[in-house]
Structure formats: C-alpha cells, structure tokens
C-alpha cells in the first residue's frame, strides 16, 4: 500500500484528490493550514497534518511525522485578482511566498527522502492561466509560472535518481473558492484600483459573470489527472485538467 502526501487539502483540488486516492486503496496524508478531520471519509488509512508551507518548522515537523511517502503532491496556492499598479510589493511577495516559495521549500523537505530511496513522483499543481493569460491576474499568474518551469527543471536533476516529477495544470472551476477568495484578498490586503482602470476592470469583471455556461474545470478533473501522473510513467511532464484547459492546451 502506498502513500500519497498532499497539501491544501481543505478544500477544493486537495480536499478531491485526497478522496479519489483514498477510494482506490492508498494511504492518504492530507495536510491542512487548520486540520479538519470532518472534510474526508473516515478510514484508517487517512491522516490529517497541520501544514503551512509557509513556515520551516511546520514543513519540518510535517516530514518528521509523515515518515516515507511514495508521492508528494504540492496543491496549496493563493490566489489574487487586482491590478498590478494598485498592488502593493508586500502582497505581492505573500502569494509569491506561498504559491512559488511555499511549493520550493515543502519539495526541497522530502526531496532527501525520494532521493536515498531512489522511487517516488512529485505532482506541482500549476494554473492555465501560465497557458492562456488573464487580465487582473499577472501576480497569481507569475507565482505559478514560476512553478512551471522550477517542476521541468527538477524533473531532469532528479531522472537520475528514478524520481518523476509531473505538472498538473488546472483551468477555471467554479468548485473551489478560488475567486471569492481572491476577491476578498483584495479587499483584506489593501489592493486599489487606481481610477485610471475603473472602466477596465468594470469590463473585465462583466465578462467573467457570463462565462459560467463556458467549459470549466471540476475538482474530479484534477483529482483524475493526479491519478494518472501519479500512476503512468509514460504521461507527459505537463499535463491539463479540465475542459477549458485541454482546449487552451490544443491551441497553445
């Protein structure tokens, strides 16, 4: 029986994945900023850690704790609607803090294990907006970019070692409470929208209210797509999720 280790798993993406493995036999150790036992099924193969990838001792407390896993999944992420000029540098560094910095410092925590026991897969969650660009996104966008390219890179330092290491890109999804949540960061972290940009994010906002019968992405897409990179040796590094993101990724 193997394990799976993934975080952000409160809600959304990490809360879906963390039930999909589950379902299919796995040990699952789902982390949590604020461990909620109450958001999965009981079962005695589920663990639930507090985790924020933010702090080094909490990272360290966490591997300490979860012992050797098989797979690692880096989920948790931010997000940040706004525009840039109305976006202090100190937000700024807070999503960069926990989408890029966060994701960097958990891997480089279990790398040592993989490493040593020569096996192992590591699944970055990334955005399709890194494919297909958003307005009021260029932070968020940034931070997961970002991502994109540490996970190809890694890939190739760790072939040697029989580590894979796959990207996972989600599209826009209703499901997770991304966009409230990013919404409400711009109101708690201070984000302004100069007036000179008034009109345009008045328009862009219009737009997104009328693309709810649009292709979008649920948490099974993602909890899917994990499931094969996770599985199948032969799926590519990058790899969509979601209706909206296979069809970005077909005309990128």
């Not at 040990?27 to 924020?52: C, F, G, N, Q, Y």
């Not at 699944?123 to 966008?141: D, E, F």
Request: with cysteine; charged share 20%.
């Amino acid at each position: 029986m193997k394990t799976i280790l993934i975080t952000g798993c409160s809600t959304g993406f990490g809360l879906e994945t963390a039930r999909y493995f589950l379902e299919r036999g796995w040990k699952v150790i789902a982390t949590m900023r604020t461990p909620r036992e109450d958001v999965l099924p009981r079962s005695e193969h589920l663990r639930v850690l507090a985790l924020d990838v933010n702090d080094p001792e909490s990272i360290r407390k966490t591997v300490e704790a979860a012992g050797p896993i098989d797979v690692l999944v880096n989920n948790a992420g931010v997000g940040l609607m706004g525009v840039f000029e109305g976006t202090s540098m100190e937000t700024v560094r807070a999503i960069f803090e926990t989408n890029t910095f966060g994701t960097l410092a958990v891997t480089h925590a279990f790398l040592p294990g993989f490493r040593q026991r020569k096996a192992g897969v590591i699944v970055n969650v990334s955005s399709s907006t890194t494919q297909k660009p958003l307005p009021l996104l260029a932070v968020y966008t940034a931070s997961k970019a970002a991502i994109n390219a540490f996970t190809e890179s890694l890939a190739l330092e760790l072939q040697p070692f029989n580590v894979r290491v796959s990207l996972v890109i989600p599209g826009r999804s209703p499901e997770t409470p991304f966009a409230q949540n990013a919404q409400a960061r711009m109101r708690d972290q201070g984000v302004t929208v100069p007036e000179a940009y008034a009109d345009f994010v008045r328009g862009v906002f219009e737009r997104r209210s009328g693309q709810q019968a649009e292709p979008f992405t649920r948490s099974l897409d993602v909890a899917e797509v994990i499931w094969r990179a996770v599985n199948d040796p032969s799926c590519p590094i990058r790899q969509p999720a979601g209706a909206d993101a296979v069809a970005m990724a077909q005309q990128s």
